[in-house]
């Protein structure tokens, strides 16, 4: 299944310790969307991403390929079981204006705004460099400010 990363996990080493057999597939836009640092996690110690509807916004990041054994681990890691946040599927647009069918992660109880970390929002900054996301996405990653 394709699947959508916005956040830590646009950093492909980092999905690749959970979905070794993820394949990258390209660049992709949510129109109507925005990123919200919306739940504090224990793991990272501050805020982490979450995607919510609004109008004239865009999310940017990644399609993956990622096989049904490895997404069904992805639910657990993403804390899914555990209610933290829920798989949806979602249309993105590539880079050749065509609406693609992905499933992608939402916060199920969103909160915030939380300050991130600079390690979360180090990975972001990698994986939207690794990948050539818009220029002027990586600067305005670059501009959150973040706790240590």
């Known amino acids: 299944m394709l699947y959508f990363s916005y956040g830590s996990f646009l ?14 597939k390209g660049k ?13 996690s224990r793991t990272y110690k501050g805020g982490v991403t979450g995607i919510e509807p609004a109008a004239a916004k865009l999310v940017r990041g990644v399609l993956y ?15 899914v079981p555990d ?6 599927t979602i249309y993105v647009v ?11 992660y939402r916060t199920t109880n969103p909160r ?5 970390t600079k390690k979360y929002v180090g990975l ?4 939207a460099k690794e990948h050539g996301l818009d220029p002027e996405y990586v600067k305005e990653l670059e501009a959150i400010e973040t706790i240590d």
Not at 28 to 40: D, G, R, T
Not at 94 to 104: F, H, L, P, W
């Open 94 to 104: 590539d880079e050749s204006g065509k609406a693609v069918k992905a499933a992608t």
């Open 28 to 40: 992709v836009v949510l129109p109507n969307w925005e990123v919200q640092f919306n739940f504090m």
């Open 65 to 79: 390929e990622v096989d049904d054994e490895e997404l069904l681990h992805l639910d657990s890691i993403e804390g």
């Open 83 to 88: 209610g933290i946040y829920y798989r949806q």
């Open 11 to 24: 950093d492909s080493e980092t999905l690749r310790r959970h979905c070794p057999k993820a394949v990258y």
């Open 112 to 116: 915030g705004p939380f300050k991130p």
């Open 124 to 127: 972001m900054i990698s994986g």
